[in-house]
């Protein structure tokens, strides 16, 4: 079954940075595209950024532009998501998403960012 296990969350200070790691599994990940989003206490889940299947193009949410970057290594099945220059309304659960025409749109169970000094 399809799987996506994030990982990379914790407390950082403002300005410090931190990288998510989505590790996938039970589907040939490079062919699709894959998404991170984000959840803070009390609100909904937000859009953070796309890659497409082969990297060749990136997409972000404005608050993130600039500070964020996604990738993947599709020999490795994973996504990432490096962190920089970090604010507490970054704070939120972080979670990797896929979606399979026929099969479902799927997540990961999340992990962790807090933001604080």
């Known amino acids: 079954q399809v799987q996506l296990v994030e990982s990379g969350g914790g407390l950082v200070q403002p300005g410090g940075s931190l990288r998510l790691t989505c590790a996938t599994s039970g589907f040939t990940a490079r062919d699709y595209g894959m998404s991170w989003y984000r959840q803070a206490p009390g609100k909904k889940r937000d859009y953070v950024a796309l890659?497409?299947?082969?990297?060749?193009?990136?997409n972000y949410a404005e608050p993130v532009k600039g500070r964020f970057t996604i990738s993947r290594d599709n020999a490795k099945n994973t996504v990432y998501l490096q962190m920089n220059n970090l604010k507490p309304e970054d704070t939120a659960v972080y979670y990797c998403?896929?979606?399979?025409?026929?099969?479902?749109?799927?997540w990961g169970q999340g992990t962790q960012v807090t933001v604080s000094s």
């Open positions: 998403n896929v979606v399979i025409l026929g099969r479902g749109i799927f």
């Open positions: 890659i497409t299947s082969t990297g060749s193009s990136t």
